[in-house]
């Protein structure tokens, strides 16, 4: 994944608590393939298992129907990944933010990687080049400008509503596209 990572420390608890969420989606998508195949292979074993009871089955019968569960399986794990590709964190806040109503914390965040990013190309780049640092330099008084925006966007999003917010979109809105 080509994340732009926040550094929760320096911005904000609120980017933290974003990147939780973020972790937990993914976490849960994984728990959700895992449960889909397993939910699977019970049901076509369920299934094998009266046809048994029924009708003796031949061992070899048995053997390929034991084969194409596993197979089935498989297939339905790799199916379930597949289906929903992970989410970057920039796609998860900013649906997470649409969806939600909390605009001001997609500002907020959008301000804080645009910030990151500038401090990143200035850190990465030669000190004999000057055109790449001018360009991710910013005058005193347009950080502060900056600062005061984040901040700004940051005070309409309490960590009450973002954590309850956050809760109830993982909840509702489950990580498979």
């Given at each position: 994944?080509?994340?732009?990572?926040?550094?929760?420390?320096?911005?904000?608890?609120?980017?933290?608590s974003l990147?939780?969420?973020?972790?937990?989606?993914?976490?849960?998508?994984?728990?959700?393939?895992?449960?889909n195949a397993?939910?699977?292979?019970?049901?076509?074993?369920?299934?094998?298992?009266?046809?048994?009871?029924?009708?003796?089955?031949?061992?070899?019968?048995?053997?390929?129907?034991?084969?194409?569960?596993?197979?089935?399986?498989?297939?339905?794990?790799?199916?379930?990944?597949?289906?929903?590709?992970?989410?970057?964190?920039?796609?998860?806040?900013?649906?997470?933010?649409?969806?939600?109503?909390?605009?001001?914390?997609?500002?907020?965040?959008?301000?804080?990687?645009?910030?990151?990013?500038?401090?990143?190309?200035?850190?990465?780049?030669?000190?004999?080049?000057?055109?790449a640092s001018?360009?991710?330099?910013?005058?005193?008084?347009?950080?502060?400008?900056?600062?005061?925006?984040?901040?700004?966007?940051?005070?309409?999003?309490?960590?009450?509503?973002?954590?309850?917010?956050?809760?109830?979109?993982?909840?509702?809105?489950?990580?498979?596209?």
């Open positions: 994944m080509s994340d732009i990572n926040i550094n929760s420390n320096h911005h904000s608890p609120l980017i933290g990147q939780k969420a973020h972790q937990n989606s993914l976490a849960q998508r994984k728990t959700l393939g895992l449960w397993g939910l699977v292979g019970l049901a076509l074993f369920l299934v094998l298992l009266l046809l048994e009871q029924q009708f003796y089955l031949a061992p070899w019968v048995k053997g390929l129907g034991l084969a194409a569960i596993a197979t089935t399986k498989l297939f339905s794990l790799w199916w379930t990944r597949r289906q929903g590709q992970e989410k970057s964190f920039e796609e998860f806040y900013r649906q997470f933010s649409r969806q939600s109503g909390l605009e001001e914390l997609r500002y907020a965040v959008d301000l804080m990687q645009s910030e990151d990013a500038k401090s990143n190309v200035g850190d990465s780049s030669d000190p004999d080049s000057d055109s001018s360009t991710a330099s910013v005058s005193p008084i347009q950080q502060a400008f900056i600062d005061a925006a984040i901040l700004q966007n940051l005070e309409q999003v309490p960590q009450p509503k973002l954590s309850a917010a956050l809760d109830e979109y993982i909840r509702t809105y489950p990580p498979l596209a």
